[in-house]
């Protein structure tokens, strides 16, 4: 299959709001471990903006990891049907009334998703104002969801103009409303710059706002960079690439019995794997994400986030990934599960996707650009026993700047269906985790020697002073 990138529901394996809400989640999580050094993010203050498609998920994710989030929001139709589902707790129209909720909340502790009708170009100089005069800094992180892969046809809406004059305005004249853009990314990188001199922490979020502020002339350049490499990093650089470096990435499956009881039974025997491997013992950075991942899927049930396919996602290393699955195969042989399951994953994922403004930017080896990784897993995964493979392009930055490939693996219950998971779902992470763990990255490549796993779940330990590469591709050798 050879196809445009939206290769998530075109592999039977569409779940909804869960990825976006999930990798959320564990995004702002580790932000907060990252950049604040807490595990605990009770108090602490999330700004962001977008609030239609998938980054609407920011406000169910705030809620999640217990943090204050305010995120802004153009369209008001959005902006209330988010309030309607119950993602959003509460929202305004005042930006008075927003700060000093926001300053309240934060006093008290409170978990809060508030959502501004407004433009988050104003909510940003805003907090300015606010640091500059009272010497307080309400906000410890942020980012942007908006689409700005697409900033000039209403992925971005310009702070000069409100929503519908901006949107009369695009289609009159696309030139003077491309300038506006312009300069309001330029004005909201400004107010960043300024927060970001305290102790606040900005990401990219993979949607292009970096990438377009540069063609705008803000002021996000690093010295000494790259031509992918901004100011701010890109959070999949900074944050999420420790975790895929792992081998930790989107992996999903779907009853295909459309049973909600069957679901319920893998959501059991998912965390009862995860928690059995942390009992036998793993390295701590292991351990602490299949801990996140136990408290997603009892936070995911809990928030009712099924929509349509009886469907989970979690992110799991390659360990937990090949157990699992074996763990549900045995489950629909003996009964326990109506019908077979469907295995795929993001291609949001440690390897099977080459994007040089999201998941391969800045890798180290300087192979950003490159193609090789999403094709050697649309290959390997083939010949290892997947029961359909996809190639694309395009998919959730734009049609040209990124390959991906992409698997679905149908278990029913036979011997046959145990060994291709183990076979192929080793492959499909290994690919991945052996080109970070080569691309540089030090403590990556430590803790893959420590926890790569074989095929038959033995723990490979290769001595740091004599490990070369060929003794590594040994190692990840399905």
């Known amino acids: 299959m050879v196809r445009y990138g939206q290769m998530t529901a075109g592999s039977y394996c569409y779940i909804g709001p869960q990825g976006i809400v999930h990798g959320t989640v564990l995004t702002v999580l580790n932000a907060g471990r ?10 602490k203050v999330f700004v962001t903006s977008g609030l239609g498609g998938m980054s609407g998920a920011q406000a169910k994710a705030a809620v999640i990891v217990g943090c204050i989030g305010v995120i802004a929001e153009v369209d008001k139709a959005a902006l209330m049907k988010r309030h309607e589902q119950g993602w959003l ?24 998703s508030l959502g ?14 606010e640091l500059d005069t009272t010497g307080e800094l309400l906000v410890d992180l942020g980012s942007d969801q908006t689409s700005c892969h697409n900033p000039f046809n209403g992925g971005y809406y310009p702070v000069q103009l409100g929503f519908a004059e901006a949107q009369s305005l695009m289609a009159s004249d ?43 002339g803000a002021d996000v350049e690093k010295k000494g960079a790259n031509k992918t490499e901004f100011r701010y990093p890109s959070y999949v650089q900074h944050i999420m690439g420790d975790i895929f470096s792992l081998g930790f990435g989107p992996f ?18 998912a965390t009862s794997v995860l928690e059995e491997a942390i009992a036998d013992g793993v390295n701590p950075a292991v351990k602490l994400q299949y801990m996140d991942n136990i408290r997603w899927i009892r936070e995911a049930t809990k928030h009712r986030l099924v929509v349509g396919s009886q469907a989970r996602i979690l992110y799991s290393d390659q360990k937990g990934r090949v157990a699992i699955a074996v763990a549900f195969n045995q489950a629909i042989a003996h009964g326990k599960i109506k019908a077979p399951v469907v295995l795929s994953r993001d291609h949001h994922d440690v390897s099977g996707t080459d994007s040089p403004f999201r998941e391969t930017s800045n890798i180290y080896d ?22 359909w493979v996809a190639l694309h392009n395009g998919g959730g930055v734009g049609w040209g700047e990124v390959i991906n490939g992409g698997f679905g693996l149908v278990l029913d219950g036979t011997q046959e269906a145990e060994q291709k998971a183990k076979m192929m779902l080793s492959w499909d992470v290994s690919n991945g985790v052996a ?26 330990t290769l001595p740091h002073e004599v490990a070369d590469e060929h003794m590594l591709q040994q190692a990840l050798r399905p």
């Open 366 to 387: 300087g192979s950003a650009f490159c193609a090789d990784m999403a094709v050697q897993n649309f290959v390997g995964d083939a010949f290892r026993g997947a029961t």
């Open 252 to 269: 999903r499956w779907v009853c295909t019995s459309g049973d909600p009881q069957d679901l319920a039974v893998t959501d059991e025997l």
């Open 89 to 112: 707790m509460e929202v305004t129209d005042s930006l008075d009334h927003c700060i000093e909720r926001l300053r309240e909340a934060r006093k008290r502790k409170e978990v809060l």
């Open 174 to 216: 696309p030139a003077a409303f491309k300038g506006l853009v312009q300069e309001s990314l330029r004005r909201q990188v400004s107010a960043i710059n300024r927060l970001a001199k305290e102790n606040f922490f900005f990401w990219d979020y993979g949607n292009a706002f970096l990438l377009e502020a540069r063609r705008a």
């Open 116 to 129: 501004y009708h407004g433009n988050v170009v104003d909510l940003w100089e805003r907090l300015v104002h």
């Open 34 to 43: 990252r950049y604040l050094g807490v595990k605990d993010l009770t108090g």
């Open 435 to 460: 080109r970070r763990c080569w691309s540089g990255n030090r403590k990556a490549y430590e803790i893959i020697c420590q926890t790569m796993q074989d095929n038959k779940g033995l723990v490979v």
